[in-house]
C-alpha cells in the first residue's frame, strides 16, 4: 500500500513507523507539516496515496485533505482523551497505566472515530525517554492494526459518540503546572515535575538572576542544603537542593529573552558558566564526583557506572538526547580503559533503556566560541574511544542497545564483537542529514558487518533501520524481544550466560587472529587518516552544509526541503 506519513518532524516515533511500516512491505513516504498545509497538499496531489499517517503532529490537517484522503492520526492518550498534552497529564497525575489511540482526523481535534489503541504501563522515566519506550511500542502496535484494518477494507472504525468511550478534554499543560516551589514541594513532586518536561517543553525557573529551564532530574540521597540552592555539580549537572533532599538535573536551556545567545539545551554545568564568567573559583559550586563503582544503596546520579558480575563486566552509560561531548567521550574513554583493567572475559557496554548514543554533540559544538574547533575536538574524542574498543582482544565485548542509535554513536556499537538490540530500537547507520561524511572507523566496521555495498546504500540513502532489518543484514546480532524496563535484566542474562559459554576461550583467541590480520592487510590507523581527512575539510570550511544544518538542528529551526521524497529523505 501507498502511504504517506506526515510528521511535524521526522522524530523518533515517526522514524520508527517509516521504517517498520516499509518492512512490512508498504511504500512509505514522508512530508514536514511544519513546512506548512500547502506542502501537504503538495505531498497528497503529487503522490495520491492510498492512506495518509501522521504519527507525530502538532498541527491540523488541512481539511480539504482529510476530507478526500482516509487520514489517521496517532493520538498518545487513550480512546476519549483529547488535548495537546497527554503524557505530560499522565505523568502529572500519576496514571500507573495509559494509552495510545489511532484515530481518523475530522474538524475537531482528536474527536475522530477509532481505529485502534493500545495500553502501557507508565514507569518513572523522564517523558522523553516514556515516549521513545513504552508509548512508542504501544503506538506501533495500534498503527499496524490500523494500517491492516483499513487494508482490509471490512473494519468499521468506532465512533467517539460510543457511550462505552469516556471523552475526556484536558487543556494544555503550561508552566504554571509545571512550576517548582522549592519550599513547599518535596523531592518526589520535583522529580515528577522534572520528568513531564524532561525534553520539552522543560520547567521554567530562576537561577542566579536568569531565566532558564531546567531539563531531566534525578534524586540525590547524600546531598543537602536550604531548599532552592545549588550545592554541587558533576559530570556536567548541577545539584539543588529540595524541602527534603536534593536533585541532579542534567541540561538548562537559557530563555530566548534572557540574552544568552546559546539558548537552547546544553549541560547545566556549562550554563551556569557562562553566567559566573569572571567569579573567583572560591566561589564557584564545588564538584562532587561519584565512583564508578556505586554501592548499591546509593540512590544518586552519574552518567556513567562499571558494575561486575563474575566474568563480566558491565559499563553503562546514558547521556541525554545520546549525544556526547568531548568531555563525555573522554570520560567514557577513561571508564571503559578501568573496566579493561576488570578480570572479566565478557564486558557489556551500554544495557540502558533509551538512546545508545548518537555521536558528537551538536548543541556543545553550536555553543563553543569555535564550533569547527570543538566539533573536531569531539570527533577525535569519539575516534579514541572506538579505537579503544576495536583494539581489546583480550575478551569478548557486547554493545547493548537499549535504545536507539545514529550516526557515530551507532558506529561506536559496531565496534564491539557482537551488538544487542531492543527490537524497538531505530538505527541510523549514516551521516549525510548533518552534512557529514562520518568518521568513528564506519569505514572500516560497517563493511565487515554488512559488506561494502550495503554499506554504500545505508549511508547514501540516509534512511532509518528498524532494528529487525539491522539482524536481517547483519548490522547487529541479536534482537531482545522485551519491553524497555526489561533489557537491563535481560542483557545481564544473555551476557553471564556467554561469559560461562565453554566455547568463548576460543572466541576470544579468533577474535585476536582476526585482528591482527586485518593489521597486516590494512592498519587500523588507516581508516581514520582518510574519514578525517574529509571531515576536517568540512568543519573548518564556513560555507560547509554542516554548519547551517547543525545551527538549525540545535535551534529547532525548519530544514530540509518541503517536497516529499520517497523513502523520507527529507
Given amino acids: 500500500m501507498d502511504i ?20 512490512l512491505g508498504h511504500r512509505v513516504d514522508v512530508v514536514l507539516a511544519s513546512h506548512g498545509p500547502d506542502a501537504v ?11 495518509i499517517l501522521a504519527p507525530m503532529l502538532k498541527s491540523a490537517l488541512p481539511e480539504d485533505v482529510w476530507r478526500e484522503y482516509t487520514c489517521l492520526v496517532v493520538h498518545p492518550g487513550p480512546p476519549g482523551d483529547r488535548g495537546p498534552s497527554a503524557l505530560d497529564w499522565a505523568i502529572a497525575e500519576q496514571a500507573p497505566q495509559w494509552g495510545v489511540t489511532v484515530l481518523q482526523a475530522e474538524a475537531a481535534m482528536d474527536a475522530g472515530p477509532v481505529w485502534a489503541s493500545e495500553t502501557f504501563p507508565v514507569p518513572p522515566v523522564g517523558k522523553s525517554d516514556l515516549y521513545r519506550g513504552e508509548v512508542a511500542d504501544a503506538a506501533l502496535a495500534a498503527v499496524r492494526t490500523a494500517v491492516r484494518r483499513y487494508a482490509e477494507g471490512s473494519f468499521k472504525p468506532r465512533p467517539q459518540s460510543d457511550p462505552g468511550i469516556p471523552v475526556v478534554w484536558r487543556d494544555a499543560f503550561r508552566q504554571e503546572r509545571r512550576r517548582i516551589d522549592w519550599e513547599r514541594d518535596n523531592t518526589d513532586v520535583v522529580l515528577r515535575k522534572l520528568r513531564g518536561g524532561d525534553s520539552q517543553p522543560g520547567v521554567l525557573d530562576g537561577l542566579l538572576g536568569r531565566e532558564v529551564f531546567l531539563h531531566g532530574g534525578h534524586p540525590e540521597d547524600r546531598l543537602r542544603g536550604r531548599p532552592g540552592d545549588l550545592l554541587a555539580t558533576r559530570a556536567g549537572a ?71 558480575l563474575g566474568d563480566t563486566g558491565f559499563l553503562s552509560f ?3 538526547s545520546g549525544a556526547m561531548s568531548t568531555e563525555q567521550c573522554r570520560r567514557l574513554l577513561a571508564a571503559y580503559r578501568y573496566a579493561l583493567g576488570r578480570p572479566t572475559s ?9 538512546f545508545f548514543s548518537n555521536g558528537i554533540h551538536l548543541n556543545v559544538i553550536e555553543a563553543a566560541s569555535d564550533p569547527a574547533g570543538e566539533s573536531w575536538a569531539n570527533l577525535h574524542a569519539m575516534d579514541d574511544l572506538v579505537e579503544a574498543v576495536l583494539r581489546t582482544t583480550d575478551r569478548l565485548v557486547v554493545a547493548a542497545l537499549g535504545g536507539n542509535a545514529a550516526a557515530g554513536g551507532l558506529m561506536l556499537a559496531l565496534a564491539a564483537d557482537e551488538v544487542w538490540c531492543r527490537r524497538g530500537a531505530v538505527l ?16 572500516y566496521s560497517l563493511p565487515r558487518r554488512v559488506g561494502a555495498e550495503t554499506a554504500r546504500r545505508l549511508t547514501g540513502e540516509a534512511l532509518p533501520v528498524s532494528a529487525a532489518t539491522a539482524a536481517g543484514i547483519g548490522l547487529v546480532d541479536r534482537l531482545v524481544p522485551v519491553a524497555p524496563h526489561e533489557f537491563t535484566a535481560e542483557t545481564e542474562r544473555r551476557a553471564t550466560a556467554l561469559a560461562g559459554h565453554p ?9 585476536a587472529a582476526a585482528r591482527k590480520a586485518d593489521e597486516e592487510r590494512r592498519p587500523l590507523a588507516d581508516y581514520p587518516r582518510a574519514e578525517l581527512a574529509r571531515m576536517r575539510a568540512v568543519f573548518f570550511d564556513p560555507t560547509a552544509p554542516y554548519h547551517a544544518l547543525r545551527s538549525a538542528f540545535v535551534r529547532k529551526q525548519p ?12
Fill in 4 to 23: 504517506l506519513l506526515v510528521a511535524s518532524a521526522f522524530n523518533s516515533l515517526s522514524q520508527r513507523v517509516h521504517a517498520e511500516l516499509s518492512d
Fill in 41 to 51: 497538499r503538495a505531498a497528497a496531489r503529487e503522490l495520491c496515496p492510498e492512506l
Fill in 238 to 308: 548541577v545539584c539543588r537542593a529540595t524541602r527534603d533532599g536534593a536533585v541532579w538535573i542534567p541540561e538548562l536551556r537559557p530563555r530566548k529573552n534572557s540574552g544568552d545567545p546559546a539558548p537552547f539545551r546544553r549541560p547545566a554545568a556549562d550554563v551556569l558558566a557562562a553566567f559566573t564568567a569572571g567569579t573567583p573559583a572560591r566561589d564557584r559550586l564545588p564538584d562532587d564526583p561519584a565512583p564508578l563503582e556505586l554501592p548499591p544503596d546509593r540512590r544518586t546520579w552519574t552518567d556513567i557506572r562499571y558494575r561486575q
Fill in 318 to 320: 546514558s547521556f541525554p
Fill in 346 to 354: 565478557v564486558l557489556v557496554l551500554g544495557g540502558a533503556r533509551d
Fill in 428 to 443: 541510523n547507520p549514516h551521516y549525510r542529514r548533518m552534512g557529514l561524511y562520518g568518521s568513528e572507523f564506519w569505514t
Fill in 503 to 511: 566455547d568463548l576461550a576460543r572466541r576470544i583467541a579468533a577474535k
Fill in 559 to 570: 530544514g530540509g526541503s518541503a517536497r516529499p521524497l520517497s523513502g523520507g529523505a527529507l
